[in-house]
């Protein structure tokens, strides 16, 4: 199936934010530079101006759980940001990751400013002879980019168009830099020729960067619409959902399970684990509460051409099929808390094919 909708704004009340670790703004290099698993943090400037910050590890949404990151900054008052590489490089055996313009789009609804950074350094690994690993960002552009965005007044869509008309001049820096770092490491990178095919596309402004990335968003979404992941386990249909908020830009996502009742119809993001006993992964949790802020602000839903109500279902399912008595203790307390959410936020969880609300 097909569907089709609309957003005109967002309001999502989030509940199961980590509490983020504060750091003065002086010590950035150092939470950045470190291999730390500091995914997400609070940047303290002085005179209660502050940021939250989520630090993404590649471009690409479906790697390292970024969504869980940025979810984890949304009960912030002040400013959110993310900062996400442009493109990275493991190296010729390994993943090639590119930013996407959907990825832009996404942060600007949901009001998080987007700062698009680069790697310059990073070292041979150890595990694998044909990989680098321990990519840094280039720790000076960064701060220069957040400092700028600290006297910024617009709102994060004006930023993150700003942004965009100045990624021709990151991708540059950014293959420069792994140029280097290949040299350095005398570790072989994929070929140039296609990153700077890439990367001559944003040269040519925004306009062919959004066309050129919505046409491989698309293609994903066609991809995920006919594979059902490992962390996924589906009973319904899937089915392809394109959002058009009042920008006119297309947002391209997937709905894991689609059911039709009457005037309703069910759209269902679905997390899965192996384990018996267990809820997923808090993690794929918060992946999915993203899909959720989405969901429930979608209006002007079409089925093929027909219009419905939408109603939207987190589903978390396990090995064994158990039902809520058999979790842990610390699972029912978050079940507890992920529940309160859902009826602040008017969605549905199904646990192990029992609806809990």
């Known amino acids: 199936m097909e569907i089709t909708a609309k957003i005109t704004g967002v309001k999502y009340k989030p509940l199961m934010c980590q509490k983020s670790e504060e750091y003065n703004f002086d010590k950035l290099s150092n939470v950045l530079s470190q291999n730390t698993k500091t995914a997400t943090f609070i940047l303290d400037f002085g005179e209660n101006n502050k940021m939250a910050v989520s630090r993404w590890v590649s471009a690409k949404r479906s790697r390292s759980y970024p969504y869980a990151r940025v979810y984890d900054t949304l009960d912030f008052s002040g400013k959110k940001v993310a900062i996400i590489p442009i493109y990275k490089d493991e190296g010729k055996t390994g993943e090639r990751d590119y930013l996407q313009w959907d990825t832009i789009s996404l942060m600007s609804l949901l009001n998080v400013n987007v700062i698009i950074g680069y790697y310059d350094k990073a070292s041979k690994s150890e595990k694998y002879s044909t990989k680098i690993t321990n990519q840094k960002f280039n720790i000076t552009y960064i701060e220069n980019q957040i400092r700028e965005l600290l006297s910024y007044q617009s709102d994060a869509l004006h930023w993150n168009m700003k942004q965009i008309d100045n990624i021709a001049d990151v991708a540059n820096k950014a293959l420069e830099a792994y140029c280097r770092i290949s040299e350095t490491t005398g570790v072989e990178l994929h070929p140039l020729e296609e990153a700077e095919k890439r990367m001559l596309k944003l040269k040519n402004g925004k306009k062919d960067f959004m066309e050129d990335s919505r046409k491989l968003a698309k293609s994903a979404q066609c991809r995920e619409g006919l594979i059902t992941q490992p962390k996924e386990s589906v009973n319904g249909s899937k089915g392809t959902l394109t959002i058009t908020n009042y920008l006119g830009g297309n947002y391209f996502f997937t709905a894991d399970e689609i059911e039709l009742h009457e005037s309703e119809v069910y759209l269902?993001?679905?997390?899965?684990?192996?384990?018996?006993?267990?809820?997923?992964?808090?993690?794929?949790?918060?992946?999915?509460?993203?899909?959720?802020?989405?969901?429930?602000?979608?209006?002007?839903?079409?089925?093929?051409?027909k219009c419905y109500d939408p109603v939207s279902v987190l589903k978390l399912t396990n090995g064994n099929g158990s039902d809520m008595n058999s979790l842990p203790i610390s699972s029912k307390r978050m079940l507890t808390l992920l529940l309160k959410e859902a009826e602040i936020n008017k969605f549905k969880i199904l646990f192990n094919n029992t609806y809990l609300n």
């Open 268 to 305: 269902t993001e679905a997390k899965h684990t192996s384990k018996s006993n267990k809820l997923p992964a808090l993690a794929d949790i918060k992946d999915g509460l993203l899909k959720m802020i989405l969901f429930t602000n979608l209006e002007y839903v079409e089925v093929d051409g």
